[in-house]
């Protein structure tokens, strides 16, 4: 008795860091949220640094060394981390895919799912409410040279891939992590449906917009009749609430499991 109250007590969670605690499985939405909103920030206190100064004339050496290495930075950052963090995710997923963990557990990767969710939340409004309106007072004030504006640079060349990173890693995190939910068995889901083709037309619509600005009209105004596919991305983006009703409904399945293990344990 003595040997497994000790064995208990090294495996029990700290205090504070048990499912639902924050610095337990709620830490993913806590560092998470607060590293994209500080992206975010650096991003918009450099492009107020060097636009005006740098980023007018796209022949001019400040603006490759401010903006053109900006571009190669940011892909090869969001290329080399997606690959290593999907890559993880299904390395690791594949060996926890089919082991039977605790409601403890399983409850933790609850919240460790709404913490991606969050972050994806963040990502997506920033990709799709503060850059865009930021880029068409840029381009009403600034008469652009090149597709690769100070303020296209950011929001094409960062946050709209990591719309599709965030996406496609949160599903792959629910796929093995949360195979009662999103196993492989359940199909694919159509909320994640929904969230992964909002991210993805996205940037296919941005590819559509930037060649119409260059051949159709030129000037960004927010009414122009090829910005009207962008409202599509919203409502396909609507699929991230399924994501909780979906995952509430598994907790409230976890607590009945939990309760009628304790009533059976109970009866004999």
């Not at 290329?79 to 890559?87: E, F, I």
């Not at 089919?98 to 933790?108: F, S």
């Not at 946050?159 to 792959?172: E, H, N, Q, S």
Request: charged share 15%; proline share 4%; aromatic share 18%.
């Amino acid at each position: 008795m003595a040997t497994r109250a000790a064995f208990d007590e090294r495996t029990a969670p700290k205090a504070g860091y048990g499912p639902i605690d924050w610095m337990g499985g709620w830490k993913t939405c806590v560092w998470g949220s607060l590293a994209v909103v500080v992206v975010a920030a650096v991003h918009w206190l450099y492009i107020s640094r060097y636009a005006w100064t740098a980023g007018i004339d796209s022949s001019s050496p400040e603006f490759t060394k401010y903006f053109r290495s900006l571009v190669w930075t940011q892909l090869i950052v969001a290329g080399a981390g997606t690959g290593l963090w999907w890559g993880w995710l299904v390395r690791t997923g594949r060996r926890v895919l089919t082991v039977e963990v605790t409601a403890d557990e399983e409850v933790r990767r609850i919240a460790v799912f709404w913490g991606l969710i969050s972050m994806t939340s963040f990502t997506l409004y920033v990709m799709a409410s503060f850059w865009p309106k930021q880029d068409g007072s840029w381009h009403q004030t600034a008469i652009r040279d090149t597709a690769l504006t100070p303020t296209h640079i950011p929001m094409f060349y960062w946050w709209f891939p990591l719309g599709i990173t965030m996406t496609v890693g949160t599903y792959l995190y629910g796929r093995y992590r949360l195979p009662k939910v999103y196993g492989p068995d359940k199909g694919f889901p159509w909320s994640f449906f929904f969230l992964i083709a909002a991210s993805v037309t996205e940037m296919m619509q941005v590819a559509f917009n930037e060649w119409a600005h260059s051949l159709w009209i030129l000037e960004e105004i927010f009414a122009a009749p090829f910005h009207w596919p962008f409202v599509t991305y919203g409502w396909l983006a609507s699929g991230i609430f399924a994501l909780w009703a979906e995952t509430i409904i598994r907790l409230l399945g976890i607590e009945k499991e939990v309760a009628d293990a304790a009533a059976a344990s109970h009866a004999r």
